[in-house]
């Protein structure tokens, strides 16, 4: 089993939707949860942070953490062109390891 | 400007070659990585390191040396041994302690083997 799995995409959803991104975990001991958005050929920049269950908001981004049910959600909201990446789902594992899903690349059509 | 600056952003190498990749920053960070990213699988850790003079292994660290003799500087050489080297490879940094996981990359090497 993956230690960080998200959903496989590719996700294509019409200028203005919303985009719903999602990642489980295994190691039920993680703290630290990242969403982080990676243009093609770029390296990867940090969106969102969460480290407490429920939502968390941030302009047109909001993260969701459930630890019970070892699951991670990114929400983009009124979706842009701008949005078409890669976004990357990470979770600590111990202090200093931080394990990446393989990503779920977005496509914003005009 | 604060941050991380990788060197080269294209490198070819022969097969039994070693080569050098270059990782520095400029944020005062104490802990700094490196990953490997293939298509479609993401980010996998090769080496960090969270003081001077001292580097722990990864998920996949056979083939790859590390060093860190300065705080600054994190080199990564992939040696003859790596079977596969042909990858993007992310040097990171962060602080130690609080927001110890919050990585910033540098901009990436991309190293094809001929």
């Known amino acids: 089993q993956k230690e960080v799995e998200q959903n496989s995409g590719p996700l294509s959803v019409p200028e203005g939707a919303i985009a719903s991104l999602n990642c489980t975990y295994s190691d039920r001991g993680s703290q630290s949860f990242f969403w982080y958005r990676q243009y093609s050929g770029k390296s990867p920049e940090l969106i969102m942070s969460?480290?407490?269950?429920g939502d968390k908001e941030d302009g047109r981004f909001t993260a969701q953490l459930n630890k019970a049910s070892q699951y991670v959600s990114l929400l983009i909201r009124d979706s842009q062109p701008s949005d078409s990446a890669t976004y990357l789902c990470?979770?600590?594992?111990?202090?200093?390891?931080?394990?990446f899903g393989a990503g779920t690349t977005v496509t914003v059509r005009a | 400007d604060g941050g991380i600056t990788q060197s080269p952003k294209y490198l070819f190498r022969k097969e039994g070659q070693n080569v050098t990749l270059s990782c520095e920053q400029n944020l005062n960070h104490d802990a700094m990585y490196w990953y490997r990213q293939d298509p479609g699988q993401g980010l996998r850790l090769i080496y960090y390191?969270?003081?001077?003079?001292?580097?722990q292994k990864g998920d996949i660290a056979e083939g790859y040396s590390v060093s860190r003799e300065k705080k600054e500087s994190f080199p990564l050489t992939v040696t003859s041994a790596q079977k596969n080297p042909t990858a993007f490879y992310l040097c990171a940094s962060s602080h130690r302690g609080p927001g110890a996981n919050v990585l910033t990359f540098g901009a990436g090497s991309r190293l094809t083997v001929l």
């Open positions: 969460i480290y407490s269950n």
């Open positions: 990470a979770v600590n594992s111990n202090d200093y390891k931080l394990s």
């Open positions: 390191s969270q003081i001077v003079n001292d580097f």
